[in-house]
């Protein structure tokens, strides 16, 4: 069954940009609940170690790079079969190949400063979500 949970950031680009409210209005709108959210800058090691799986990728030190360059907006989102409709809500990888009205197709520029990062599978959005909140219930 799928999961009720992902994770996302808003990139730096995006937040550099002031599409931090534009973007948590989409999503919102998209009937995502938000259960955890931070504002925060990553520095490199912790950029590498979020992006670990992508050591071997060509642009992987470029990524890095990119997303340590400013302050990101780091959440957890709830919402039936979460990983799969925040990535139909989010668009292509690429924003020139995004959908219209998805949230890359309207605020990212290119594939490396791509707006937002959206969860690609319910074990990653588990692991992505403990890499930076410990604990999100109510408390
Ligand atoms: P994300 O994981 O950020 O949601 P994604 O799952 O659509 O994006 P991945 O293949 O996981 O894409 O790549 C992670 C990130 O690496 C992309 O969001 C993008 O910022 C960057 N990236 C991917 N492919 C390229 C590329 N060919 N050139 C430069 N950057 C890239
Ligand atoms: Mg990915």
Known sequence: MAGNRTFTMIKPDAVANGHIGNILSDII???FKIV???YTHLNAETAGAFYAVHKERPF???LV???TSGPIVAAI??????VEDFRTLIGATNPQEAAEGTIRAKYAKSIDA???HGSDSDENAAIEGNFFFSQFERH
């Not at 989102?77 to 979460?82: I, R, T, V």
């Open 114 to 116: 791509n707006a937002v």
């Open 60 to 62: 992987y030190g470029d």
């Open 65 to 67: 790079e990119f997303m």
């Open 29 to 31: 709108a998209g009937g």
């Open 36 to 38: 955890a959210m931070k």
């Open 77 to 82: 989102l709830e919402k039936d079969n979460a």
